[in-house]
């Protein structure tokens, strides 16, 4: 099986990202890893990834309106997205986080 190589990214300014996941589940532990390797294709320090456990910060799902685990929330720069899923699809979801590729 053939692996996709990732893009590199460009981030101007700095991507903020909170992934929320319910424990070390399997979909959990996927979703970290996935995202892990979208950012290591960013330049480093133009990112920050949080990543909270809703099992240990329950409250978070509400305020949050976090309906489904695990879910990736762009805070910066605006506007605001929320994916779901485990994120397996880097190219889907560089699109849907809106970060350009350098062609």
């Known amino acids: 099986m053939k692996k996709k190589n ?3 990214l460009i981030a ?5 990202l909170q992934l929320y996941v319910s ?7 996927e979703a970290i890893g996935n ?9 480093e320090d133009s990112f ?8 240990k910060h329950p409250e978070l799902a509400s305020e949050q309106q976090i309906v489904f685990s695990p879910s990736l929330i ?3 720069p605006l506007p605001k997205k929320t ?7 880097t190219e889907k979801v560089i699109r849907g986080l809106g970060i350009p590729i350098k062609e």
């Open 6 to 8: 990732i893009p590199v």
């Open 12 to 16: 101007d300014d700095k991507l903020v």
């Open 23 to 29: 424990g070390m589940s399997p979909k959990s532990m």
């Open 35 to 43: 995202i892990k390797k979208i950012c290591s294709g960013l330049v």
């Open 48 to 55: 920050k990834l949080e990543i909270i456990d809703l099992y």
């Open 74 to 76: 762009k805070r910066l």
């Open 83 to 89: 994916l779901v899923g485990t994120f397996s699809d």
